[in-house]
């Protein structure tokens, strides 16, 4: 198991996992990454820079400005939110299009997932509380310090569980549930409930700026939510979470650069499902981007 991290500040010793190997057949690609970045292996860290590949068993983790994009074999795009940790549990190829099975485990932070071309039936997203079955989707969700499980469905549906048993279907439109510490299924029951729980931990139905165009979509149904959100923080003299950017960082002592490896796409690769368009029009990387994150995405994403 290799430790991939992705800094917002300099490390300092402040990371020590168990490693060991799972398979090494290389499965994804950071198409973009904010921060610098490492991989650790063995205890030694190394530089991560788009266009890296990652395997199975491998464990991603940003810090406080981090973010990475991920396009993986089959076409699934996940981001990988702010101070945030996702492992790569197990990815079943059956042929260089789609996969068997997908399974990740998010352990703690902010993402979106857009499912590619593997089956529907392949699909596993597990967290400490919860776990999702998709269809055709394109969601963000959170795990927070409480291991709270927090889901914001936008295009397709999620059968969504928690580790009590209980499960609840969650359909598109920005429909809300979350899954609380002891793994109950609920849905906020108030606007002002929905909105205090995507306040924190989804940044993307805020600002989509720090996105490629092929990891974005539309948000505009999560607008009586976000709207809110943002008057009460105003009110209140705070501020909702948001992607900003990132900040100078330095590498920790020691490091080594890591290099791109030899033909690997830095970029998303042409005919790539939803990268028709981006917002200000840059096809390819990052737009100007607004909250609806409009991006001339061709909707693979909403029927599989």
Do not use: W
């Not at 076409?75 to 790569?88: A, C, D, E, F, K």
């Not at 139905?205 to 959100?229: D, P, V, W």
């Not at 943002?230 to 990132?246: F, H, L, R, T």
């Not at 939803?274 to 840059?282: D, I, T, V």
């Amino acid at each position: 198991m290799r430790i991939l991290t992705i800094m917002g500040f300099a490390l300092a010793g402040a990371f020590s996992f168990y490693s060991s190997s799972i398979d090494a057949r290389e499965l994804a690609t950071a198409m973009d990454v904010d921060q610098t970045s490492y991989v650790k292996v063995s205890g030694s860290a190394r530089i991560i820079v788009s266009g890296n590949r990652f395997s199975q068993g491998d464990v991603i983790e940003t810090q406080r400005s981090g973010q990475v994009q991920l396009l993986f074999d089959d076409q699934t795009r996940i981001v990988v939110g702010p101070n945030s940790r996702l492992i790569v549990e197990e990815i079943l190829m059956k042929s260089g299009r789609s996969a068997n099975r997908f399974a990740v485990t998010a352990v703690k932070g902010s993402f979106r997932f857009i499912t590619g071309r593997s089956s529907k039936s392949a699909y596993e997203i597990r967290t400490p509380t919860a776990t999702m079955g998709v269809r055709g989707t394109t969601f963000d969700f959170s795990v927070n310090g409480k291991r709270e499980t927090d889901l914001a469905v936008l295009y397709g549906s999620v059968r969504f569980c928690g580790r009590s048993g209980e499960c609840k279907r969650v359909n598109r439109g920005c429909n809300l549930a979350y899954a609380d510490r002891r793994g109950r299924v609920g849905t906020p029951e108030t606007r002002e409930e929905g909105a205090k729980r995507i306040s924190d931990g989804f940044p993307y139905l805020f600002s989509q700026k720090s996105l490629m165009s092929a990891f974005r979509t539309r948000t505009g149904s999560c607008s009586r939510y976000t709207k809110l959100a943002v008057s009460i923080a105003s009110k209140s003299g705070g501020s909702v979470q948001g992607v900003n950017g990132p900040a100078p960082v330095s590498a920790p002592a020691g490091t080594q650069p890591a290099t791109t490896p030899a033909g690997t796409p830095a970029t998303t690769p042409t005919g790539s499902p939803g990268n028709s368009g981006a917002a200000g029009g840059n096809s390819a990387g990052r737009g100007g981007g607004n909250s609806d994150g409009q991006t001339g995405n061709s909707g693979d994403h909403r029927n599989n």
